[in-house]
């Protein structure tokens, strides 16, 4: 699974997360850094990427358009890099479920 980081989030994930997630991105190394969300969204769907975010407008998104993309919502305050990598580590199995779940747009982690 592909996953793209929003704004909101570190680049360093990317290769932080490489182990589990090859092939990610983030918004800024696709020349998305000042895209807005119907952009990044359209991208990742063309792209093939899983969105990564704690704002809710790709939940939203996800409602009323349906999938793909998908979305992992993340319910975090501001935090770290680290614990932004730790959640997302300890959610690889729930990750790869919701994945494989068609019915599914959003999986909120936090």
Not at 41 to 55: C, L, M, P, S, Y
Request: glycine share 8%.
């Amino acid at each position: 699974m592909k996953l793209l980081f929003d704004q909101n989030l570190s680049p360093k994930l990317v290769q932080r997360l490489l182990d589990l997630f090859p092939g990610s991105s983030h918004v800024y190394l696709d020349g998305l850094g000042s895209a807005n969300d119907d952009e990044i969204w359209e991208h990742a769907r063309q792209n093939g990427f899983v969105i990564v975010t704690k704002d809710a407008d790709y939940n939203n998104l996800s409602v009323v358009q349906g999938n793909p993309p998908k979305v992992i919502w993340l319910l975090l305050g501001n935090c770290r890099t680290a614990q932004v990598e730790a959640v997302l580590r300890a959610g690889a199995a729930e990750i790869a479920v919701f994945e494989n779940d068609p019915s599914v747009g959003t999986l909120a982690l936090g």
